[in-house]
C-alpha cells in the first residue's frame, strides 16, 4: 500500500520503474534519475497529488499494459 507515501528519493542506478509501483500513492513531486530507462504501465495511475516531474533524460520508454 503507498497511500501513504508522499516523498521518495530514487537510487540514481534504478532503470525501472515496475507495474503499478507508486499506484494511488500521495507523491506531489518526483524526480527521475538520468539511468532510469523503463516505467511499466500503471506505475502513477490515481497519482491526483502528482504535479511535478523531474526528467533527466530525453528518451525513456512508457508501457501501458
Do not use: M
Amino acid at each position: 500500500n503507498t497511500s501513504a507515501l508522499k516523498d521518495v528519493k530514487l537510487p540514481s542506478t534504478l532503470t525501472k520503474i515496475g507495474h503499478a509501483a507508486f499506484y494511488s500513492s500521495n507523491l506531489s513531486k518526483i524526480n527521475f534519475p538520468k539511468n532510469l530507462k523503463e516505467i511499466a504501465g500503471f506505475a502513477f495511475d490515481d497519482c491526483v497529488n502528482l504535479r511535478e516531474i523531474k526528467i533527466f533524460k530525453i528518451y525513456i520508454c512508457v508501457y501501458a499494459d
